[in-house]
C-alpha cells in the first residue's frame, strides 16, 4: 500500500515539479554554453540569470506550499474521509507524505548541483575538481556524518510541518487549517529556540571551569584541518541525536493527533 500511495503522490505533484526542473535545466545550460560576458545580446547576460534566480526562489516557494497543501487538503481536509478509509494504517499514510516530499526536497538539492554544473563546465576542468578533491582530507565518517544530518534535518523539518497542521486541525486553532498550523509551528519553533538557548547559556554557566571544556576551546584553534574536521564531528554527532529526538517527537505528536484528536466534520 505504501508503494501505491507513493505513486499517487507523486504523480500528483510531478506535474508541477518537473516543468520547472527543466526550465531551470535549461536556463543553466544556455549561461553556460553563453558564458557570463557574451558580447551578443548583451542584456541577456542580466535576464537569463534573473530568471534563473527567480525560478529557483519559485521552486523553494512552491515546494513548501506543495508539503503544506498536500498533508493539508489529503489528511485533514475533505479527501481525509477517502483517505483514512483506505485499508491502511494512519503510519502508512504518514509515510507516504513523508517520503514523498523527501523524494522532491533531495531531488530539488539535486537540480540546483546540476544547474551549477551547467553554468561552470567551460570554466572548470575535471583536473581542478581533481586537485581540489585530493586536497581535501578523506574522512569517510564526516562525509557520512553530514548525510545523515540532511537526511535527518529534513526529514525532522517535514515531521514539524506534520505535527503543527495536525494540532491545529485536531483543537481548531484558527477557521483556517493552514493559518492555525502556521501559528503551532511558530510557538513550537519559539520553544525549541528557548530551550537551546537555556541549555546553552547553562552548560557554558555550570562547566566554564571543566577541564573537558577547556580542551575544547583549545580544539577550536584549528591547528590544522584535521582538527577542523575532528570538531566538527563532535558537534555533528550532538545534533544529529538531537536532531532524530526531535523528529522522533514530531512523528509520534503527528501519529496521536492523526489517529485519536483527528476532527474532519
Request: charged residues 15%.
Amino acid at each position: 500500500m505504501l508503494r501505491k500511495l507513493m505513486k499517487y503522490e507523486l504523480k500528483a505533484t510531478a506535474r508541477y515539479f518537473l516543468p520547472i526542473y527543466l526550465a531551470i535545466l535549461t536556463l543553466s545550460l544556455i549561461i553556460g554554453l553563453r558564458g557570463v560576458n557574451e558580447t551578443f545580446l548583451p542584456f541577456l547576460n542580466f535576464l537569463l540569470p534573473t530568471i534563473l534566480g527567480l525560478s529557483f526562489m519559485g521552486l523553494m516557494v512552491m515546494t513548501v506550499i506543495l508539503i503544506v497543501t498536500r498533508f493539508d487538503k489529503n489528511l485533514l481536509g475533505d479527501e481525509g474521509y477517502l483517505m483514512f478509509t483506505l485499508p491502511t494504517k494512519v503510519t502508512t499514510l504518514i509515510h507516504a507524505k513523508l517520503l514523498s516530499s523527501m523524494l522532491w526536497i533531495l531531488l530539488s538539492g539535486l537540480i540546483f548541483l546540476l544547474s551549477i554544473l551547467f553554468i561552470t563546465f567551460r570554466h572548470i576542468s575535471f583536473l581542478d575538481l581533481r586537485i581540489l578533491w585530493d586536497t581535501l582530507p578523506k574522512d569517510y565518517m564526516f562525509l557520512l556524518l553530514l548525510v545523515l544530518l540532511t537526511v535527518v534535518g529534513i526529514l525532522q523539518s517535514l515531521l514539524q510541518v506534520y505535527a503543527s497542521l495536525s494540532i491545529a486541525q485536531s483543537y481548531s486553532i484558527t477557521k483556517n487549517r493552514v493559518l492555525g498550523g502556521i501559528l503551532v509551528f511558530i510557538v513550537i519553533s519559539m520553544a525549541f529556540n528557548i530551550f537551546e538557548s537555556v541549555v546553552s547559556l547553562g552548560g557554558t554557566f555550570f562547566f566554564r571551569e571543566s577541564p573537558w571544556l577547556q580542551m575544547v576551546m583549545d580544539e577550536t584553534m584549528f591547528q590544522n584541518i584535521e582538527d577542523i574536521f575532528q570538531f566538527f564531528k563532535s558537534f555533528m554527532t550532538v545534533y544529529l541525536v538531537y536532531t532524530s529526538v526531535k523528529a522522533v517527537l514530531f512523528y509520534f505528536f503527528t501519529k496521536y493527533h492523526l489517529e485519536k484528536k483527528l476532527n474532519l466534520d
